[in-house]
């Protein structure tokens, strides 16, 4: 099935027919074994992460509709509480059809969010964990003390003293079966797991807009070595958009 504005694919193997939602799936898709970590980001095509303060002022419809594929296939859903908190997430749910594609591959319902958080600045009553249909999880650190009634609608990942251990909290997610993560920001989370050497792909999605200065790049942090992830599908909408996918060999 198509729905909303085409999609098409210009590599490899060039394609001027539409892509329908199973074939962006096949495109997508789930590893058959190894633990994976994908991350999901939208750019301007100066390199902005932002436009007015939000990320959604550079998302379209076809940033949407992959945006929607790659939260069906994964089995838990990481984002930093800064991004949690700054663009006011929503618990995490899919649709009948998403849902029933999950059920068919042998997957819960719905994803697990999980929260990356140091301080455990966190809303219990923030819809994300309050009207989740799946328990969420915070991975946090040894000495971070949490607010009144987050565990009562979270568990705590407890890795690392002093700070998170992502490596660690990653880990532990895989042993609880959570082996196929996506992660959706923000830029400081992004540029630890480029540090720790964690991050196994990124779906970039870039927006035919100039943002002009100002709004800061997908990932920050501190300096690390750079990582190579070679290209493996471009394809393009016919408002202009890129959707660009990179991983690992």
């Not at 568990?155 to 992502?166: E, H, P, S, W």
Request: net charge neutral.
């Amino acid at each position: 099935m198509t729905v909303g504005m085409p999609i098409r694919r210009l590599w490899p193997e060039p394609s001027t027919q539409p892509l329908d939602d199973a074939a962006l799936t096949a495109l997508y898709g789930r590893p058959d074994a190894e633990p994976r970590l994908r991350v999901n980001f939208v750019t301007s095509l100066d390199g902005a992460v932002s436009v007015d303060g939000y990320s959604a002022g550079l998302s379209g419809e076809p940033d949407k509709r992959v945006f929607g594929l790659l939260r069906m296939v994964c089995d838990a859903l990481v984002v930093a509480a800064g991004t949690l908190r700054h663009e006011a997430y929503r618990a995490v749910r899919l649709n009948e059809r998403r849902r029933a594609w999950r059920r068919a591959h042998g997957l819960t319902d719905y994803p697990t969010p999980v929260v990356v958080s140091g301080s455990l600045d966190l809303d219990p009553t923030q819809a994300v964990f309050a009207d989740a249909p799946t328990r969420p999880i915070v991975l946090t650190h040894a000495d971070a003390e949490p607010p009144p009634g987050l565990t009562d609608v979270a568990d705590l990942l407890r890795c690392g003293t002093g700070r998170v251990d992502l490596a660690a909290g990653l880990a532990e997610l895989h042993r609880r079966g959570l082996t196929q993560l996506l992660c959706e920001g923000g830029p400081h989370l992004l540029g630890a797991l480029t540090a720790a050497d964690l991050v196994d792909e990124l779906c970039l999605t870039v927006s035919p807009l100039l943002a002009g200065p100002g709004p800061g790049r997908i990932t920050a942090g501190h300096s690390v070595s750079p990582r190579h992830l070679p290209l493996r599908h471009v394809l393009a909408a016919d408002d202009g958009v890129l959707l660009l996918r990179h991983a690992r060999r």
